[in-house]
């Protein structure tokens, strides 16, 4: 039962474009989403996150926009570079509880 | 500052065997939680420990079993082998139980054959 789906497994952007991941939730109980970044050889590594009673949080060039309604979180890049190219992530929980993780998308960020 | 920390990075073995997995948290952490990562999957939850105590299981069989020591440090146990087990095994580390903040370590790729 996948609670958490990305449905984009893959995404390429030019170098300085925006780059847009996302994730929808199918579980309403969910009240914070995290996003992670990951890249080979590595464990996923935390980018950012947001609380249910917010809809958008930003921290430099990532945005997160959730979207209670719809089910539906993004993460927005801007401007891409070429080291945001990883595998992205993004995560759901309801308090205290497990995370639950989707698929990943891998974005590749053109020079 | 050390991170989280896993051993070992790889390992081979035979179905129907059995593995142990280890995991140091980042410092200052007492709470550790385990993922299993099949191929071309996202983590999923296994299980989750503090105090020495299991305090949360995500749906995995009872082959998979954990302990935490008084180090905070834990090993994940998975008996009788099944070649579905082959994945990348993920260890996080908080600093409560109720954290959503998680510092992962690299993982542990295990390989069944």
């Known amino acids: 039962d996948q609670q958490v789906k990305q449905n984009s497994p893959s995404l390429s952007v030019q170098e300085g474009r925006i780059s847009i991941l996302n994730c929808d939730y199918t579980n309403s109980m969910f009240d914070y989403f995290l996003w992670y970044k990951k890249y080979p050889a590595e464990g996923p590594t935390f980018l950012i996150s947001?609380?249910?009673?917010?809809d958008k949080n930003e921290d430099g060039r990532f945005t997160v926009f959730l979207n209670k309604s719809a089910k539906h979180l993004s993460l927005h890049i801007v401007p891409s570079q070429p080291g945001d190219s990883a595998v992205y992530f993004c995560a759901a929980s309801a308090i205290g509880n497990q995370f639950y993780f989707g698929t990943g998308t891998s974005l590749t960020v053109i020079p | 500052d050390a991170g989280v920390t896993q051993s070992p990075t790889h390992l081979i073995k035979t179905r129907g065997q059995q593995v142990t997995l280890r995991c140091s948290p980042k410092s200052g952490h007492d709470t550790v939680s385990w993922y299993q990562q099949a191929l071309g999957q996202g983590p999923q939850f296994i299980f989750q420990?503090?105090?020495?105590?299991?305090?949360q299981r995500g749906n995995f069989p009872d082959r998979f079993s954990g302990h935490q020591f008084p180090n905070y440090s834990s090993e994940l146990n998975v008996n009788a082998l099944l070649l579905g087990d082959s994945a990348l095994y993920l260890c996080?580390?908080?600093?409560?139980?109720?954290?959503?903040?998680?510092?992962f370590g690299p993982g542990t790729r295990l390989t069944v054959t």
């Open positions: 420990y503090y105090e020495e105590e299991e305090r």
């Open positions: 947001i609380s249910s009673i917010k």
């Open positions: 996080a580390s908080s600093l409560v139980v109720s954290s959503y903040e998680q510092y």
